[in-house]
């Protein structure tokens, strides 16, 4: 199995790039977020941008209150969070629906294809449910050149509609980690 | 004037905290805060909000940034902003200038019968504030200290922090409109102009 993992595809360099041109296109300036390694490559991206402003957060609901108050003032943002983080939004996301606020969520996906920790599944395999739950609209990228063009139509529906739009990032495309081949090192 | 340990009038803080308010932008937090803005009058700046407990201080600060020359007030509960003490956090290392927060500390959890919050056991939200870094942050208990904080919050250099130990009194609602949609097409309509409406 471990071997298997290993020859599958890790991150093809482009696709962070393509999705922060895709955020930039669409006018993107507060970027929120509780980092993921699968996230790493596009918070440096807009970490390097004078034009946005990267928000660290101690948990993910505060993304969404910060994203309505930007609404409120006419900027854009995004939401780089990992599926864990999805609980913790959840009363949170009642914010952008009953307010009829664009909320744009990018979701790196763990506690699915090839996860190791046993930990991340219980909410890795809820993330959809739960967001369908709360009303967001759901798609998702498991090839890494569909993440761009996924990102894309996500950010048109939700700031052109005026709904929560997530996209799920699947862990095919971020390649999954193997703790144990880690610990022996 | 206040005589010392009499607490203050939650109406009469806010009222003075939006007392010329001009173009101050304003955000409450749900419940009894929600109630004292608009009592203070409703307006298109105000956004009152009517759930999503936890929200206000993150949502002062995104508009803070998104509106760099206004002012932003956020005027919440102690049960409120217990629930986000990581946005404290949060806002203190962004450092926002134009953003004052304003906590109306009764103690106590007033819509849900008056249980009591973790400042009815002693804790400093005014010292989490300044331990998170925030410029200036106090504990206020005179209605001179509440006109100090209401000029910082429209001309000083924030962030600023102030929990404002009030009276756990009940009192009579004063509804805002309640459709999020409409708080949220007015509010923008008010700073952005009609442009907003055809975006």
């Known amino acids: ?185 | 004037m206040n005589v010392p340990n009499e607490l203050l009038h939650r109406r009469d803080v806010v009222n003075e905290l939006l007392r010329d308010r001009s173009d101050l932008l304003v955000v409450a937090g749900l419940g009894a805060p929600n109630w004292d803005i608009s009592a203070a009058g409703d307006s298109p700046n105000n956004f009152p909000l009517w759930g999503a407990m936890g929200a206000a201080a993150m949502m002062g600060f995104g508009l803070a940034i998104a509106q760099p020359k206004r002012r932003v007030l956020v005027i919440t509960g102690d049960g409120e902003m217990l629930m986000s003490l990581g946005a404290l956090a949060t806002i203190a290392v962004q450092n926002p200038p134009n953003l004052t927060i304003a906590v109306l500390d009764n103690e106590r959890f007033g819509e849900t019968g008056m249980q009591k919050t973790h400042t009815a056991g002693g804790v400093d939200l005014a010292g989490i504030a300044t331990a998170a870094g925030f410029r200036t942050s106090r504990i206020v208990r005179t209605m001179a200290e509440v006109t100090e904080i209401r000029d910082l919050a429209h001309h000083g250099n924030g962030p600023v922090f102030a929990q404002v130990k009030i009276n756990p009194e009940a009192l009579y609602f004063v509804l805002p409109p309640a459709d999020g949609g409409i708080l949220t097409t007015r509010f923008r309509q008010s700073v952005l102009g009609d442009g907003s409406l055809y975006n």
């Open chain 1, 1 to 185: 199995m471990a071997d298997l993992q290993k020859k599958e595809p890790v991150a093809l360099p482009t696709w962070p790039d393509e999705v922060y041109r895709v955020l930039k296109d669409a006018d993107v300036r507060q970027v929120g977020m509780v980092p993921d390694a699968g996230h790493s490559r596009l918070i440096r991206a807009f970490e390097a941008d004078p034009q946005a402003r990267v928000i660290t957060l101690t948990t993910e609901e505060e993304g969404i209150a910060m994203l309505a108050g930007a609404w409120l003032g006419g900027e854009r943002g995004v939401l780089l969070l990992q599926s864990s983080g999805v609980g913790n939004c959840i009363n949170m996301l009642s914010l952008p629906m009953i307010c009829r606020m664009p909320l744009l969520m990018l979701v790196t996906m763990r506690g699915e294809w090839g996860e190791f920790n046993p930990w991340q599944v219980p909410m890795g395999q809820g993330t959809r449910a739960v967001l369908e739950a709360m009303g967001v609209i759901v798609t998702r990228a498991d090839e890494p050149h569909l993440v761009a063009s996924t990102v894309s139509g996500a950010a048109n529906l939700a700031f052109n509609t005026w709904r929560p739009a997530a996209v799920l990032i699947g862990q095919r495309v971020l390649g999954a980690k193997n703790f144990k081949e880690l610990a022996r090192k």
